[in-house]
């Protein structure tokens, strides 16, 4: 395993090497496979290198820039140049293509300069030798009082230097016979997520931030006091032992050119296509910058190191602080069209964000590198803006989340005009549920009428075809937003003002009619009985729960109070969460779980080399309890009715509501849960998913299923076309009957509510 054994590790996972699974050494690779090879290397550094993310360098220019040519490589030597050019700009060498340095001849040697001993640690020498010759080095340098290390040229670049450095200077390193007292290590620090910090909206309560590890102190067992010197230039990758006793005042740095950076304290290597291997920092110091001015003194030669060491007593050194860490995504608002380059980093920044932070992708059921690679085709094959965003939406409905929205000025010009009215999937129909307005505009379309095809093409099938842009947890979600009839892409919309041919019929009838309808923004009426809450039928109480404010909990509780039960409609999407208030006042129960939240805890990168670790995805897992409450229990039956329209904060208000032992009436809920959290793709692309998973609190599945109903009761055409409400209806005689109602009363409660109904009471 490759790895940097010169560095105290925050943490094991800090140290794992990480590998793209893939070609053998040497063999070629497709073009979209490089790329995406390169993608993920670059969502890597991108998330856990803390040089790359403190703002100093354009991530985003690096990867675009160097696009081009990973695109076109076609050999190992192509390919190593363009990642190189890719790296080029973090100028950091702990972040380097692995490979292709050699083993110098050469040994550690250690030289008397009258009171200083001068070790040599020569760049690329055996790392094997030094491993058996450290030991018998420090021992004769243990005869000098001042010791100086000449590490010139030694990097962390060179896997022999990265081991030999790790031998001479990491705490369990001979070294500290030479130390006297105790060394306190400046603090270490990587980058740790709690879900993935909103980019342009959603749940504030994910975050990104430095996971900085105590202060290792090293104990010297020396009786005699040392000054040391550490002779560097540029190339150098400084320990950070010599950090530590140049603060101290105990050490002095010197430099024959250039400025060292400071030794990486993590890294990980990735094997990416042509067999080309790169090693990226993963860790760095959280009180010291890396790259900075190591206050140093000239010297060119060891004999003038010595000859200050031995007449200069160090000075204090003192550093600054790495900058600080930040992850906000520039929108590039203005490239409605992007380049070729910046739209395959849109495609890259979907890639890694969804791989790390998606809290469902073990639910994904699609090849997501699969998925990614035709991104990377549709992407460049674009020809417009439409294309563009269309291309990101295919890749994205591979997600498989309802809460997967994607929006900009683009889709909203494209398919924010719609039809008038509002069509559900029924017993494999599309269904007129709604109409919006009335009139010559709706072409003699009725409620409950059915459409046979759009512009020609069978309904079902057009509705596939729009599936594959769209993001939906569920097939019902999918059906009801393949017909949907404004705002996003459907079946039915399009720009405003243009045509679409409907062919639709009449059920009891058998009539069928064609006509062309022009896509408009109509205002949706509000639907549903008038009031929030009233008595129905039998003495059962009933609540519009979508439309119930927290301020209206009491009242509701007080006017249902003597009802025999309640009918909660949760058939849409709640104003409130009014189900926080209301659940505790429906059982006698205490110390209830009502869900288990499992928030991704991204800390490393997840991938390993045959034969290595895997680190699966991590968790922060929370049950969600159910609250108390001072208010006044109603402890009699109650029923939710529910369909695909429920979604998110619906299905959490009936994880409350199944808490208190709520029956469910109707059909499944969308299928998706999860406070929202939201990245951003070039063009000002919004794209909202779940921050963090869901589910019953004995850990069933919610995501991609939804709440299931305990009685399944679907409307038919018919049903819509007499406007009658038979899930309502069911509900209404599921109270009766978990009420002890007889089933004489249940069916005459029933058949008033049907003449409420029709006669829109």
Request: one cysteine or more.
């Amino acid at each position: 395993m490759r790895r940097n054994v010169a560095a105290v590790s925050l943490t094991l996972l800090l140290l794992q090497t990480a590998a793209v699974p893939g070609l053998p050494q040497g063999e070629p690779a497709s073009a979209q496979a490089q790329v995406l090879a390169a993608m993920k290397l670059w969502g890597d550094i991108k998330f856990f290198d803390p040089e790359a993310t403190d703002g100093s360098v354009d991530w985003d220019a690096a990867f675009m820039g160097a696009e081009p040519a990973i695109f076109a490589a076609r050999d190992r030597a192509t390919y190593r140049a363009a990642i190189e050019a890719m790296l080029a700009p973090l100028g950091d060498p702990a972040t380097h293509i692995d490979g292709d340095s050699r083993t110098v001849a050469g040994a550690i040697s250690v030289r008397s300069f009258g009171t200083v001993a001068a070790i040599a640690l020569p760049h690329g020498i055996s790392s094997q030798r030094v491993a058996e010759e450290a030991q018998r080095t420090i021992d004769i340098a243990a005869g000098s009082p001042n010791v100086l290390f000449d590490i010139r040229g030694v990097t962390e670049a060179n896997a022999e230097d990265v081991e030999s450095l790790g031998l001479l200077f990491s705490p369990g390193s001979p070294l500290l016979e030479l130390l006297k007292g105790s060394v306190t290590l400046p603090r270490e620090r990587s980058r740790a997520y709690l879900g993935y910090p909103n980019q342009v909206g959603g749940y504030a309560g994910y975050s990104a931030f430095d996971q900085t590890g105590d202060a290792v102190t090293l104990h010297g067992t020396s009786a005699q006091t040392r000054r040391f010197g550490f002779l560097v230039n540029g190339s150098t990758s400084l320990p950070s032992i010599a950090i530590a006793l140049a603060r101290r005042g105990e050490a002095t740095i010197y430099s024959s050119g250039g400025q060292p950076s400071a030794l990486s304290v993590g890294s990980v290597t990735i094997d990416l296509p042509y067999g080309v291997s790169v090693t990226y920092r993963t860790g760095d110091l959280a009180d010291v910058a890396s790259k900075q001015t190591f206050s140093s003194v000239a010297a060119t030669r060891v004999e003038d190191a010595v000859a200050n060491l031995q007449s200069q007593a160090p000075r204090v050194a003192a550093y600054v602080g790495p900058p600080p860490e930040r992850l906000n995504d520039n929108q590039y608002a203005a490239a409605t069209f992007p380049a070729e380059a910046m739209r395959l980093l849109a495609v890259a920044r979907v890639y890694n964000v969804i791989r790390y932070f998606s809290p469902y992708t073990a639910l994904m059921h699609d090849d997501w590198d699969a998925a990614g690679r035709q991104a990377i085709d549709d992407e460049r094959g674009a020809n417009g803006a439409r294309a563009y965003v269309l291309g990101l939406m295919k890749f994205y409905a591979h997600l498989h989340d309802s809460h997967g929205l994607v929006w900009n000025d683009t889709i909203k010009t494209e398919f924010r005009a719609g039809l008038p009215f509002e069509a559900r999937y029924l017993h494999g129909q599309a269904v007129v549920s709604e109409l919006y307005t009335s009139g010559q505009a709706l072409h003699g379309l009725r409620l409950g009428d059915v459409i046979d095809d759009v512009d020609g093409v069978a309904t079902r099938e057009a509705m596939v075809q729009i599936e594959g842009y769209i993001c939906s947890s569920t097939p019902q979600s999918a059906n009801e937003s393949a017909l949907n009839t404004a705002a996003l892409p459907s079946v039915f919309t399009g720009p405003r003002g243009t045509a679409i041919t409907l062919r639709f019929h009449t059920p009891m009838t058998g009539v069928t009619t064609t006509a062309t309808f022009v896509r408009e923004v109509y205002q949706v009426p509000a639907t549903g009985p008038p009031r929030k809450y009233f008595v129905l039928p039998g003495g059962v109480g009933y609540v519009a729960f979508d439309r119930l404010d927290d301020s209206d909990v009491d009242a509701m509780f007080d006017a249902l109070k003597n009802t025999r039960a309640i009918v909660f409609d949760g058939r849409g999407y709640p104003q409130s969460d009014a189900a926080w208030e209301i659940a505790p006042r429906l059982t006698g129960a205490s110390a209830v779980r009502v869900a288990l939240f499992n928030t991704p805890f991204v800390i490393a990168p997840t991938d390993s080399e045959a034969g290595e670790i895997t680190v699966p995805p991590s968790y922060r897992e929370v049950y969600q309890m159910l609250g108390s409450t001072a208010g006044s229990k109603y402890l009699k039956p109650t029923v939710m009715l529910i369909d695909e329209k429920a979604i998110s904060r619906a299905e959490h208000s009936a994880l409350f509501f199944r808490s208190a032992h709520t029956r469910f009436v109707g059909t499944p809920t969308d299928g998706a849960d999860g406070d929202v959290t939201s990245l951003v793709a070039p063009g000002a692309v919004r794209m909202f998913f779940s921050g963090q998973g869901v589910r019953y609190p004995d850990g069933k599945q919610l995501q991609r299923v939804g709440i299931l109903p305990d009685l399944w009761v679907e409307p038919t055409a018919a049903d819509v076309a007499g406007q009658t409400d038979v899930v309502l209806q069911k509900g209404l005689d599921e109270a009766l009957r978990l009420a002890g109602a007889s089933p004489e009363s249940r069916q005459a409660a029933v058949q008033q509510e049907i003449a409420r109904e029709r006669s829109g009471g």
